[in-house]
T-cell receptor, first 115, second 110 residues
Framework: DTEVTQTPKHLVMGMTNKKSLKCEQHMGHRAMYWYKQKAKKPPELMFVYSYEKLSINESVPSRFSPECPNSSLLNLHLHALQPEDSALYLC??????????????FGSGTRLTVV | GENVEQHPSTLSVQEGDSAVIKCTYSDSASNYFPWYKQELGKRPQLIIDIRSNVGEKKDQRIAVTLNKTAKHFSLHITETQPEDSAVYFCAARGNTPLVFGKGTRLSVIA
């Protein structure tokens, strides 16, 4: 299995809703990432998990709450979002080896619309 | 932190011509430079990458060159085809997660 699977593919939520985005990979990658991508912009890093521990939080508002239950799963819990949070949310994973950098495998993304 | 600049932002070429996209980076610790292709509404996909111990890498019609001294790297696509039309992102990483350039929208005109 060489894919990163994200669900749902599309999500419309109100500003008072609570929802979760899910990401799964079975490639044995021990680093997982959440990115946010607005139209015509590059992916923007939100969170990094390394060996299931949060290692980077790029000053993301607390209405976004990540969770890594195990080495294959990554969740992003959403609460009280704003319309400007509407975007494509991409999950990615990569291998982790000391002194060696690897590229990321991206999931297909969740297109989120906040109304 | 790392900063990656990418040029041009848009590029139109005739089918069969070559396309070149250039990126510069700021952090001398960066040692891994991937290129991603993103078609409309789809995920970024890794198309080629290069490490800092290599000056050039080729895969069929695409090639990447790296000049560590000047801190710049380039993507070359030869014999372009309409299906090459997409947004291309360069990226760099060393001790930090990948930092992306702003992207180049490539249009191949048949």
């Amino acid at each position: 299995d060489t894919e990163v699977t994200q669900t749902p593919k599309h999500l419309v939520m109100g500003m008072t809703n609570k929802k979760s985005l899910k990401c799964e990979q079975h490639m044995g990658h021990r680093a997982m990432y959440w990115y946010k991508q607005k139209a015509k912009k590059p992916p923007e890093l939100m969170f990094v998990y390394s060996y299931e521990k949060l290692s980077i939080n790029e000053s993301v508002p607390s209405r976004f709450s990540p969770e890594c239950p195990n080495s294959s799963l990554l969740n992003l819990h959403l609460h009280a979002l704003q319309p400007e949070d509407s975007a494509l949310y991409l999950c990615a994973s990569s291998q982790v080896l000391p002194g060696v950098n690897y590229g990321y495998t991206f999931g297909s993304g969740t297109r989120l619309t906040v109304v | 932190g790392e900063n990656v600049e990418q040029h041009p932002s848009t590029l139109s070429v005739q089918e069969g011509d070559s396309a070149v996209i250039k990126c510069t980076y700021s952090d001398s610790a960066s040692n891994y430079f991937p290129w991603y292709k993103q078609e409309l509404g789809k995920r970024p996909q890794l198309i080629i990458d290069i490490r800092s111990n290599v000056g050039e890498k080729k895969d069929q019609r695409i090639a990447v060159t790296l000049n560590k001294t000047a801190k710049h790297f380039s993507l070359h696509i030869t014999e372009t085809q309409p299906e090459d039309s997409a947004v291309y992102f360069c990226a760099a990483r060393g001790n930090t997660p990948l930092v992306f350039g702003k992207g180049t929208r490539l249009s191949v005109i048949a």
